[in-house]
C-alpha cells in the first residue's frame, strides 16, 4: 500500500475522545449541489488545482509528521486518523511473495548455517559448506522440487517431496535475483503456485515491518510519526494476513499490500519505531482493522469502506514541509481528447459530482467530458490515473492558448 514512497514523484467499536489540538471530526455532508462547468475554446491550456496525494482514506503520511511536531504522541495520531477503533496486539508470523524474483525458482547464496527443508516432510538438511556459489530449489521435471547447487555448473543435491525453503538460523539469507542480491530475515520458500514455483518470504511479523515502515515513510522524521506508520502498518498486514491473497501467501511486496524491501530496506531509526510500538495494532470488532494510509489529505481525510475510515478535517497535514497540501499542473486539451478520443473536440468540462467534503466541494467522484462528437462521463479515480493526477480532491481553470 505504499503511498508516501511516490511522494517526490500510500473490540466494539466506541467513539474517540477529542485529541488535543485536533478539530473534531466533522460527519460527512451530502454530495455538493453545486454542478462545476467550465466552457473549453478551441485550443486551450487546462490547470487543474489540488490538495493532496494519494486516495485519502485513513492516516496522511505527512498529517502524521505534522501532528508529532505539534507535540501529538504516536497513539493520540493514529486514533485521530481511525477514530473508533481499539488497542490490541498482533505477532506471529507473515508470509510475503517476492515480485523481486519472478522466475520459477529460489536461488540463494551459500552462508554458514544454511538449510533447507522439506515441508512435506519436515525434514530439516543442514546443506554442505562444498564450494558451491549458490544453492537453488526447482522443478525437477519429474513433478518433484529439486534441491540443486552451483559449482561450474548446476549440480543435484536431492530431491524434496513437497515445497521447500532456506534458512539460517535466525540469519539472514541472501536471495538471487534478475536485479542483483536482496538478503531477507526468516525463510526463503519455494512453494508450488499453479504450474509455476513462487517465491515467498515467511517471517516474523515485526521483521517484515522492519523491511517495510523505511520504505512508507522516511525513517527520520519525528519518532512519534514513524511510531504512528509502524502501528499502520502492523495493523495493516495483520488484517492481511487475516485475508490472505492467495493460498501461498498472505501478502505481496509491492504497492498493492505494503512495499517490503527486506534487510536492505531498514533502517536504525525506523527499527527503533518497531521496537519500541512491538504488537501494537488497532482492532475494530475483536479484528485487526483495515488502517489503510496515504501521502497527503490535503487537510480533509475521505470517507473509506469502513466505519473508521471517515471523512474528516484534517488540522496536520498543511505544516510548511509538506510539497503535496496544494498542487497545480497544467495540460492542454489535446492530452485530454487523445485520452478520450470520443468526446473529439473538447467544448466542456463538467464536474458532476463531489464528496462534499473541503475545498471546492471536496473530491471528485465523476466528471463529464464534452465535445463535438458527444460526452464521457469517467470517475475521479479514472481521471486522476489516466492524466497522473496526485488525488482527485482538485478543480480546474480553463484558459485560451
Partial sequence: MRLFSTLAACALVLPVALLPGAAQAAPARAAA?????????????????????????????????????????????????????????????????LSTDPGDDVVVRPRRGLTVRDLAGGDRLRLPENGAKQWRIAEAGTGRLR?????????????????????????????????GDRPYRGRLRAARVGTGVETV???????????????????????????AQ??????????????????????CDTTSCQVYGGVAAEHPASNAAVDATAG????????????????????WTSAGSVPYLTAQKDPYDGWAGNPVHRWSTTVDDGRIERAWPAVGDLRRIVVASRDGNGQWGGRVASVRLVGSRGSVTVSGDTLRSVLGLRSTYL?????SR
Avoid: C
Fill in 280 to 299: 501494537q495494532v488497532l482492532t475494530a470488532g475483536g479484528e485487526p482493522a483495515f488502517t489503510q494510509f496515504a501521502s497527503s489529505s490535503g487537510g
Fill in 147 to 179: 534441491v540443486a547447487y552451483r559449482t561450474d555448473k548446476w549440480r543435484k543435491w536431492r530431491d524434496l517431496a513437497g515445497n521447500g525453503e532456506f534458512y539460517a538460523g535466525g540469519a539472514p539469507v541472501t536471495l538471487v535475483t534478475p536485479v
Fill in 230 to 251: 509502524a502501528v499502520a502498518a502492523r495493523t495493516y498486514a495483520s488484517y492481511e494476513r487475516a485475508h490472505p491473497r492467495a493460498s501461498a501467501y498472505q501478502l
Fill in 201 to 227: 518470504n515467511d517471517l516474523r511479523l515485526d521483521s517484515y515491518l522492519k523491511g517495510v515502515v523505511p520504505l512508507e515513510i522516511p525513517a527520520t522524521w519525528s519518532p512519534a510519526a514513524v511510531r
Fill in 395 to 399: 478543480t480546474f481553470k480553463v484558459a
Fill in 33 to 97: 449541489s453545486t454542478v462545476d462547468d467550465w466552457a473549453v475554446p478551441r485550443t486551450a491550456t487546462v490547470t487543474i488545482t489540488g490538495r493532496g496525494y494519494g486516495h485519502g482514506h485513513g492516516m496522511s503520511q505527512y498529517g502524521a509528521e505534522g501532528a508529532a511536531r505539534q507535540g501529538l504522541g504516536h497513539r493520540e495520531i493514529v486514533k485521530f486518523y481511525y477514530p473508533g477503533t481499539q488497542w490490541g496486539t498482533s505477532r506471529g508470523r507473515v508470509t510475503v511473495a
